[in-house]
């Protein structure tokens, strides 16, 4: 009887095998002895996904090239194939499974896991029905947990529609692209536009989102206002306060209108301490780390990449330092707050400082086994690294443990306590508040003390009391409103999450809070690497924007709000969450989509015809364009900047080219300016020899020819 315990890749087998009393490593697979498991046990793997959608070509020769003619492109059955580096991998799992009698799913404990290995599985072509499914379900990768997963295997088949859904999603977002992309790219390019133009139902709604937000500031007109404010003096101490309730002014002639009927007038005049409130409050500590929460304080503090964040937490998951990563859950169940709590010691020794954590029962805001759906929040395992462990990684992978382990160490901490005051003065009729804070009790903040600069200051107010005269000078500032700021990768994956804000059907609102938003916490970092990578969004000292070639895209497929509108993408992850319950079939959803992608056909061609706004952009891209590659205007030439070499334009003669890069040394804009205008250089360091000896010299141009100057 043969078990073969099917692993996502190799770094995840690895851990199993490093789980077991005995193993032997062959060529895709490792030989197991352990008396937790039965005899003749294999472990073999992947390398993520072994088995992908076929291409359009794959089905038709003719769908190579596109062609407005060829779409829709509808498949009457889906083709998967193994990519040409993978199919010695997939030949040794392919034989495994089919001598298997048990079969142990053990990839990634979520939809896209349920994907990869039923996947494999069916591209193995063999017969499930005569194959006992177990499946591995664990939130870290433990020697203990990985242990206690395989004395609990669940029942496989019960995971089926969740592999169901994840290949619905994948077949889904296919058709989408691969006719909504050739779609727009070949309309656009009767525009006159080039390039390729990239569709897809998560990424375009999301750069939509950009976009809006990159007009909102563009059109943004700042509208002036006037406040009226009061700086008063007790007790020889000065605090300012601001109307109550507070208002703006449009114009001068309100703000007057107004001061006259409160009986005030601009400058210094008594007042009166009307009431002094004191209260004890207090703050509890942050909640805990789902992925998308992670990836947004990240890139806050740190401006690092929504995908390099991912990165970063895969790679402590896999040398067992912290829990799953792919998670959308800020709980965790009493099993792992009883384990957090019997290593505190341990943890704490790799904070600076030592804080009090008398905090040792469960609290209801960290701790919430109903609200732990597939995984837990991001925290610490049992395994504590060193001081020199640490050291080991690289930089931001310690930045993002040790950002883990504080916002799970807090929860243990006394609450962050002070004494808030409150002081209303009244000047004439009208009233002015002013709101001082005072720390009673560091708490949890001592954790944080590095990051003094995100807590807000909060001005101390003197001692004073009700009835106590005071003077009052009171100040009419002219203000402006302010533009929206642009998005970050961690405010665009905020915005992602939660778009459900940004909608108006309370209906949508409720799918997209129920389903996390638009894409998942698995997705949405690669979303934005595909939208960087295709040239839409480009980032500019971590801000976002939309590129010229984005804005034209955005342009083409505002006509269509569906493409755009998040509301979409709720109802279809609704549809979608419905397969795996089993309340709708997979085919159901996908003609649903074929008819969306046969509207689009129908009425996009016309839509995009004439379009006014639309010539205007392409006619702005093209000359943005042709700006971006002018490197350097001299009154001798113009030099353009194309992708692996300079064409110099002379004002006379002939166009010639110059290399980027001369004996491993890069060219710029001072070594190209000096070639134009003088044809030599002054003496250049960094050049290699072929035998990678560094050594320096002159470059001059002899007519359109390069050559060293060693003179």
Not at 42 to 56: C, Q, R, S
Not at 306 to 325: C, G, H, I
Request: charged share 25%.
């Amino acid at each position: 009887m043969t078990t073969v315990i099917l692993a996502e890749k190799p770094s995840q087998a690895r851990s199993y095998v490093e789980a077991f009393q005995r193993s032997t490593k062959k060529q895709g697979y490792y030989i197991i002895n352990d008396s937790l498991l039965p005899p003749d046990t294999v472990i073999t793997f992947g390398f993520g996904h072994l088995v992908e959608l076929a291409a359009p070509e794959a089905y038709d020769a003719k769908y190579k090239h596109w062609s407005l003619s060829n779409l829709p492109i509808f498949p009457a059955h889906y083709q998967f194939i193994v990519p040409t580096d993978k199919k010695a991998q997939f030949k040794i799992v392919k034989e495994w499974l089919s001598k298997a009698d048990t079969i142990v799913v053990a990839t990634d404990s979520d939809r896209e896991g349920e994907n990869i290995a039923w996947s494999i599985m069916n591209q193995a072509k063999i017969n499930l029905k005569q194959k006992t499914i177990k499946r591995l379900w664990i939130n870290s990768l433990e020697k203990d947990a990985i242990r206690s997963g395989f004395k609990a295997l669940k029942d496989g088949w019960a995971f089926y529609p969740k592999y169901q859904e994840a290949q619905t999603r994948q077949i889904s977002d296919w058709l989408i692209g691969m006719n909504g992309s050739p779609l727009y790219t070949l309309l656009l390019r009767q525009n006159g536009v080039r390039g390729v133009y990239s569709i897809g139902r998560v990424q375009t709604p999301t750069l939509y989102m950009v976009y809006q937000r990159d007009q909102a500031i563009k059109n943004f007109k700042p509208e002036p206002y006037f406040e009226l404010n009061a700086e008063i003096l007790a007790n020889q101490q000065k605090f300012n306060a601001k109307l109550d309730p507070y208002q703006r002014f449009k114009d001068k002639t309100g703000l007057m209108t107004f001061m006259q009927a409160k009986h005030v007038q601009k400058g210094s005049q008594g007042g009166l301490i009307k009431d002094v409130q004191k209260q004890g409050k207090k703050s509890a500590s942050p909640r805990l780390f789902s992925l998308s929460a992670l990836q947004t304080m990240i890139n806050r503090r740190y401006h690092a990449s929504a995908a390099d964040v991912l990165k970063a937490v895969q790679a402590l998951y896999e040398v067992k330092y912290l829990s799953y990563p792919r998670t959308d859950s800020q709980y965790i169940t009493d099993q792992e707050f009883t384990y957090l709590r019997q290593n505190l010691v341990r943890y704490q020794k790799l904070v600076s400082k030592e804080i009090a954590l008398p905090q040792i029962e469960p609290q209801s805001r960290y701790v919430n086994g109903k609200k732990v759906q597939e995984h837990h929040a991001i925290i610490m395992t049992k395994t504590v690294p060193s001081q020199e462990q640490l050291a080991k990684l690289s930089k931001l992978e310690q930045q993002v443990y040790d950002l883990v382990l504080r916002t799970t160490l807090a929860m243990f901490a006394d609450p962050y306590e002070y004494e808030e005051t409150t002081i209303i003065t009244q000047v004439g009729d009208a009233n002015f508040k002013a709101t001082g804070k005072v720390p009673t009790k560091q708490g949890w903040q001592a954790l944080f003390d590095d990051h003094k600069a995100e807590q807000q200051e909060v001005a101390t107010l003197p001692l004073v009391h009700q009835g106590d005269q005071v003077q009052a000078n009171l100040q009419t500032p002219q203000k402006e409103t302010t533009p929206p700021v642009p998005f970050t990768e961690g405010t665009l994956i905020t915005a992602m999450k939660t778009a459900g804000k940004t909608l108006d059907d309370k209906e949508a609102q409720a799918i997209l809070k129920d389903v996390q938003g638009i894409g998942t916490s698995a997705t949405r970092a690669n979303v934005l690497e595909i939208l960087k990578k295709c040239g839409y969004l480009v980032t500019e000292k971590n801000k976002l924007h939309v590129s010229e070639a984005g804005i034209t895209l955005c342009k083409a497929v505002e006509l269509e709000p569906l493409l755009t509108s998040p509301e979409m993408t709720a109802k279809w992850e609704q549809a979608l969450q419905q397969i795996s319950t089993e309340e709708r079939t997979p085919d159901n959803f996908l003609n649903q989509i074929k008819k969306f992608v046969a509207k689009l056909i129908a009425d996009i061609p016309a839509q995009l015809t004439g379009n006014a706004a639309i010539k205007q952009q392409i006619n702005h891209q093209q000359q943005a364009q042709k700006a971006a590659e002018v490197f350097l205007e001299t009154p001798q030439a113009t030099v353009l900047n194309k992708q692996k070499f300079y064409i110099v334009k002379p004002k006379q003669g002939e166009s010639f080219t110059l290399p980027k890069k001369w004996s491993s040394k890069a060219l710029g804009k001072t070594a190209i300016k000096a070639l134009v205008t003088k044809g030599k250089t002054n003496k250049l360091k960094g050049f290699k020899s072929k035998k990678g000896k560094s050594f320096d010299a002159k470059l001059k141009l002899d007519g359109h020819k390069l050559s060293f100057d060693f003179d």
